[in-house]
């Protein structure tokens, strides 16, 4: 018999290889942002879920160009490209996570990570784009934040993130406790 969670996650692929979905079609001129929320308990589940999922696309759906991105890979290129890494560590051993919290301030500020977001990820060139690793960047990135900054980069390109937490369509609970500010822009993937 199949959890709730398995049903959940055996909803994506079809979800997101609708043709309503990859042509932001019937969201009443809202963005393409979509969340799949989940018990942060299942992390290892959906990261498992998420490679299948990029492997029967790949293999039955080719004609669909996707990019997955690892947020927390992501801050962590940034951070090199920018010869931050090596300090950030160093801080972080010596002062603290506080500190090292209070360094990255400036340098991860959301509208500069959502402008790496658009060099990397090149999303105008992409179908869809989906966004794991959200629970792996906390608390360098708060992902209201950065949702809240991708609309000009992403463009009509619609954008899947997975959740570790709940999102009730009108704020986001990461790891269903930590309050981020409201956020209301995004559609939830599956019930």
């Not at 959890?3 to 079609?25: F, H, V, W, Y």
């Not at 906390?138 to 709940?166: C, E």
Request: hydrophobic share 35%.
């Amino acid at each position: 018999m199949k959890t709730e969670m398995e049903k959940r996650l055996n909803q994506i692929l079809p979800r997101l290889t609708s043709p309503e979905l990859l042509t932001n079609t019937g969201l009443g001129n809202e963005i393409g942002f979509y969340i799949f929320d989940y018990p942060p308990e299942n992390e290892l589940e959906v990261r498992e879920h998420i490679t299948h999922l990029l492997k029967q696309l790949e293999k039955k759906h080719s004609d669909i160009k996707v990019k997955h991105v690892n947020l927390f890979e992501l801050v962590i290129d940034y951070l090199k490209s920018r010869n931050l890494l090596d300090k950030a560590l160093k801080i972080e051993r010596e002062k603290g996570d506080t500190e090292l919290l209070k360094a990255l301030q400036s340098p991860l500020h959301v509208e500069k990570l959502a402008d790496w977001f658009g060099q990397c990820v090149k999303p105008q060139s992409y179908d869809l784009v989906l966004v794991s690793g959200v629970g792996s960047a906390y608390p360098l990135i708060r992902s209201h934040g950065l949702l809240n900054n991708l609309p000009r980069i992403m463009g009509r390109v619609p954008l899947i993130v997975f959740y570790p937490g709940k999102y009730d369509m009108q704020s986001l609970r990461l790891f269903g406790r930590l309050s981020d500010n409201n956020y209301y822009r995004a559609f939830r993937l599956v019930p």
